[in-house]
């Protein structure tokens, strides 16, 4: 079975600053989709990133990038000139590709962002 | 496209009453999933329904619960002889025909059993 975890229950950044959010797996599946969803505050969950375990080539949206290293097993987040609205708690999920596309999901990371 | 939605947000109840919980999907997402999360925790999968079939069940969803998707459109979610190990978020996402693998999440149901 599939496990995610996130080692880091709360970060704290500087308005401006980068930040990054650490995420370890385990699989035994060379095929898989990771991604990092962010849930603010009394709001629903959205999708941040996502990274496809075929592709060398790090994620990167907009402020959002990982860094994917598939033999470590790791998937960390970095969040470039942080903002206030980027508080949130961020979970790291797995999907595998051969399933129901259920996610498998880390215990998260509560990100609280200094002015 | 108003996005995921859920219903109630809110719902307090006593131990041992029934509870039932609705999502309404996107309307062209045929993929639709249940996740439960507890305070400060990560969701965890209970149910994947593709078009109106049940295809998984995760063992969380005891026999107190049940879910269904008539006519591959809106679900329910009901939780029979509820108890205070209950009480958590639950979750509803959808997700679309076309091999997406993006997951829409609703606001969400949190249930309290008292």
């Given at each position: 079975a599939q496990t995610v975890t996130q080692s880091q229950p709360e970060m704290s950044v500087q308005e401006a600053e980068t930040v990054t959010l650490s995420c370890t797996y385990d699989t035994s599946e060379s095929d898989y989709y990771l991604f990092w969803y962010k849930q603010p505050p009394s709001r629903q969950m959205?999708?941040?990133?996502?990274?496809?375990?075929?592709?060398?080539?790090?994620a990167t949206e907009n402020r959002f990038s990982v860094n994917f290293q598939k033999a470590a097993k790791s998937f960390s987040l970095k969040i470039s000139d942080s903002q206030l609205g980027d508080a949130a708690m961020y979970f790291c999920a797995y999907r595998s590709v051969w399933n129901t596309g259920k996610l498998i999901f880390g215990q998260g990371t509560t990100l609280q962002v200094k002015p | 496209d108003t996005g995921v939605s859920q219903d109630p947000r809110h719902k307090i109840t006593k131990r041992g009453q029934n509870v039932t919980f609705r999502c309404d999907p996107i309307s062209e997402h045929n993929r639709l999933y249940w996740y439960r999360q507890t305070l400060g925790q990560g969701p965890e999968f209970l149910t994947y329904f593709q078009n109106e079939a049940q295809l998984e069940k995760s063992r969380l969803l005891s026999d107190r619960f049940s879910a269904e998707r008539p006519k591959g459109s809106f679900s329910t979610l009901e939780i029979q002889r509820t108890e205070q190990g209950d009480s958590a978020m639950y979750l509803c996402a959808s997700s679309g025909r076309d091999g997406s693998y993006e997951q829409y999440f609703g606001p969400g149901t949190r249930l309290t059993v008292t």
């Open positions: 959205i999708l941040v990133i996502r990274q496809e375990a075929y592709k060398q080539q790090n | -």
